[in-house]
């Protein structure tokens, strides 16, 4: 009650502005809060986080749903991707089910021309000749049509000369079951062979570390494959995943950016025999430009990488995906060595390839730490004409005219009444300068 009336009291003030109603809850007697705030902030930023979805998984499953397809039929066009396409437990059953299928089919006819003819009713009737000897009812025509279609021939039930229907039949059967087989066989090889397995000893460092490199802020993370057949003409992209809202107030939701891994020096094509980290240079191309170490806790990103590359014992193309957001991104941090010699080779060692350790680097983005030299550069270069200026204040003037037509020689020098200075005369002289 009494925090009610403290909240009444406050709104009804004439001279209340927005920022005191955002002072109110510190007006909370602390009787009635104690831990309350504490706990309720800490609950909503775990339940954001909760909440924080992947476009693509570590393992490099996209997280993306097709709803309300209109025109399945076009799946239908292209039977073969989409039998390929199935999971395991859906293709066996396709599998399957195209044989037994078959098997029913033609055993009915079979059984329904035996019945049509009034075989059925004659059988053991020595003057009768049947279209199928032996086939009496539907199992028995299930029975041949199977024996058939598999080439067993337990050598009971044949097609008789007497029954054209019967030899045409055969040959429809016979025809299809090669079709199914062919289909089904090549399905089965193309699922089993297919790459999608080998992606998962190409490998990805669990988190990205942002660090200097040759005086230049970049993001790395680092790759390695674990097998000896090592990938045919590896290459690497990335992709960035970030909505935002244009000046016309359009709202664009997961909007891909491309990442520059190398592609513009060829640094992007990899000889993956041993784990290498990949760097994506923060210049004033890169969406991070104006990305703070502050400004990375704040931000909603997702960074997705794409390894490409042919597989040496298939010849087949595979692909290897992962994703980092902004959480799993280390500020300040770089990647320790895994690879040593030993006994005339190298060793990898991959128990350090997550392994990161700290290193100074500074919070402030690329673009302010190039601004920051840019102005180092110009202070210097300032200082360096204000030295030439006290060492030759005459100089600057009458000696640009001169030199603009016969170049710094010692002829113009002299009659403009300035001596040829030595390195160590300008130097002393300097000196005396700034000592008066």
């Known amino acids: 009650d009494t925090a009610k009336n403290d909240a009444q009291q406050q709104v009804s003030e004439p001279g209340s502005t927005d920022s005191d109603l955002q002072g109110f809850v510190p007006n909370i007697p602390s009787s009635a809060r104690k831990k309350t705030p504490t706990r309720s902030i800490v609950s909503f930023s775990s339940t954001n986080k909760q909440q924080r979805q992947r476009y693509v998984t570590k393992m490099g499953k996209c997280q993306v749903n097709l709803g309300r397809i209109q025109e399945k039929k076009r799946f239908l066009s292209d039977i073969f991707t989409t039998i390929v396409d199935l999971k395991y437990r859906w293709f066996l059953f396709v599998f399957m089910m195209c044989y037994i299928i078959t098997w029913v089919v033609f055993g009915i006819i079979y059984f329904f021309d035996a019945w049509i003819r009034d075989d059925v009713n004659h059988i053991g009737d020595p003057e009768w000749k049947p279209c199928i000897e032996n086939v009496d009812n539907f199992i028995s025509a299930l029975l041949f049509s199977v024996e058939s279609q598999r080439t067993i021939g337990y050598g009971s039930r044949i097609v008789t000369a007497d029954c054209t229907e019967g030899v045409i039949l055969l040959m429809a059967q016979?025809?299809?079951?090669?079709?199914?087989?062919?289909?089904?066989?090549?399905?089965?090889?193309?699922?089993?062979?297919?790459?999608?397995?080998?992606?998962?000893?190409?490998?990805?460092?669990?988190?990205?570390?942002?660090?200097?490199?040759?005086?230049?802020?970049?993001?790395?993370?680092?790759?390695?494959?674990?097998?000896?057949?090592?990938?045919?003409?590896?290459?690497?992209?990335?992709?960035?995943?970030?909505?935002?809202?244009?000046?016309?107030?359009?709202?664009?939701?997961?909007?891909?950016?491309?990442?520059?891994?190398?592609?513009?020096?060829?640094?992007?094509?990899?000889?993956?025999?041993?784990?290498?980290?990949?760097?994506?240079?923060?210049?004033?191309?890169?969406?991070?430009?104006?990305?703070t170490a502050e400004s990375l806790k704040r931000e909603q990103f997702e960074i997705i990488v794409i390894l490409e590359g042919i597989v040496e014992a298939t010849g087949m193309t595979c692909q290897a995906r992962t994703s980092y957001i902004e959480d799993e991104i280390l500020w300040g941090y770089r990647f320790e060595p895994c690879m040593t010699l030993e006994k005339g080779a190298f060793r990898v060692d991959y128990s350090r390839f997550e392994k990161t350790f700290e290193v100074q680097t500074p919070a402030a983005s690329a673009k302010e730490t190039y601004e920051l030299k840019e102005m180092e550069r110009q202070d210097q270069s300032t200082l360096s004409l204000y030295w030439d200026h006290l060492v030759h204040p005459c100089f600057s003037a009458e000696l640009n005219d001169v030199l603009q037509d016969e170049g710094p020689t010692e002829e113009p020098l002299a009659r403009l009444g300035i001596p040829n200075i030595t390195e160590e005369e300008t130097s002393a002289e300097f000196q005396n300068q700034i000592d008066v």
């Open 174 to 291: 016979s025809i299809v079951g090669s079709m199914i087989d062919a289909l089904m066989v090549g399905c089965m090889f193309v699922k089993i062979s297919r790459p999608k397995k080998r992606a998962q000893t190409l490998i990805f460092s669990k988190k990205c570390v942002v660090s200097h490199r040759d005086e230049k802020l970049c993001l790395m993370f680092r790759i390695g494959d674990l097998r000896d057949s090592h990938m045919v003409d590896a290459k690497i992209r990335a992709k960035l995943i970030k909505s935002r809202q244009t000046k016309e107030g359009e709202f664009i939701p997961l909007e891909q950016s491309e990442l520059n891994l190398g592609y513009d020096t060829g640094e992007d094509r990899l000889f993956l025999v041993e784990p290498q980290i990949i760097c994506h240079v923060i210049n004033d191309h890169s969406p991070f430009w104006e990305m």
